[in-house]
């Protein structure tokens, strides 16, 4: 049952895996009857995500510690997506909760199995590695910044100054400590832990943007909706926006077509244009990408 699970294993810990990597999508559908499973690295953590109840559990661990040849798993952990509470239960070894990983020479903090998302988004290493090359000197707005990944790449790309928004003051926090992991200049962060529509006022006093960064969540209770609410964000690019600014936004929903978004800025952003499609993650190959996260580069005029 595990064997393209087992191979992917193979391939991936064949060598030294110092850096943050989705090892297994079985949540792109392309391999039947393991689409309810996810598997990340956060060494020396292997994180395995099912929305699935299982039943073979020692099957499950065996098909990817058995392939563990250069000793670098410390750590196996199974989260239950469905589950209340989505707890996490150990598989292998003792539970790591905490620990600092790497990607593209950047430090970030995580958290495997704490929460439902571990702290960082990797189906947004592309954007990451954009914003590394594209970041110099510029002003980065990072709209629902959560642990402020984003801006940890821009400020590392050489960005003047990264202003971080997110309404949950934790995850500002953890962002904080980002930025702090890499030796960031505190003076070049600005945090604003408020409810995005009750902050324009704040946002502005940091002066224009060159890079306007829009990742929402689909949904976010009491606060956000994508289809109910991006537009409201959008209303407010020609405010925010510089002249010839890059604008990157995306969707995250299987039910929202690749059109959604080009729709809400022709209505509410028409001074922006239409660049790219910016392509996703090698590691989430998807059977129907239509459904996978979709991420956009726009530019103001």
């Known amino acids: ?49 099912t929305y699935e109840e299982i039943d073979d559990i020692e099957k499950l661990t065996e098909a990817i510690i058995q392939h563990d040849t250069h000793s670098q798993i410390e750590s196996v952990m199974l989260q239950y997506r469905k589950r209340r509470g989505t707890p996490t239960q150990c598989l292998y070894k003792n539970p790591i909760n905490h620990c600092i990983v790497v ?17 960082l988004f990797l189906d947004m290493r592309p954007l990451r590695h954009w914003l590394s090359q594209n970041s110099n000197g510029k002003n980065v707005l990072n709209l629902f910044a959560y642990t402020c990944s984003l801006s940890v790449a821009a400020l590392a790309s050489g960005a003047r100054q990264v202003v971080n928004v997110d309404m949950s003051k934790p995850s500002i926090n953890w962002g904080s400590r980002n930025h702090a992991l890499n030796d960031q200049d505190p003076r070049t962060v600005k945090l604003v832990a408020h409810n995005l529509f009750r902050a324009w006022g704040k946002i502005k006093q940091f002066g224009r943007y060159d890079t306007i960064l829009i990742d929402p969540p689909t949904r976010q209770r009491g606060s956000f909706d994508v289809e109910k609410n991006y537009g409201t964000v959008l209303k407010k690019l020609q405010s925010l926006a510089a002249d010839k600014a890059d604008i990157i936004a995306t969707v995250n929903s299987p039910y929202l077509t690749d059109d959604f978004l080009i729709n809400q800025f022709a209505r509410h952003a028409p001074q922006c244009r239409f660049r790219k499609m910016m392509p996703g993650s090698e590691e989430f190959p998807d059977k129907f990408p239509e459904r996978a996260i979709k991420i956009y580069h726009f530019s103001a005029r």
Do not use: C
């Open 1 to 49: 049952m595990y064997q393209s699970l087992s191979q992917s294993a193979a391939d991936f810990f064949a060598s030294a895996q110092p850096e943050a990597h989705r090892i297994f999508h079985g949540r792109g559908q392309l391999f039947e009857g393991l689409e309810h499973l996810s598997v990340d690295w956060y060494s020396p953590v292997v994180l395995i995500t």
């Open 103 to 119: 990607e593209n020479g950047l430090k970030y903090e995580v958290q495997p199995g704490v929460n439902q998302n571990a702290g």
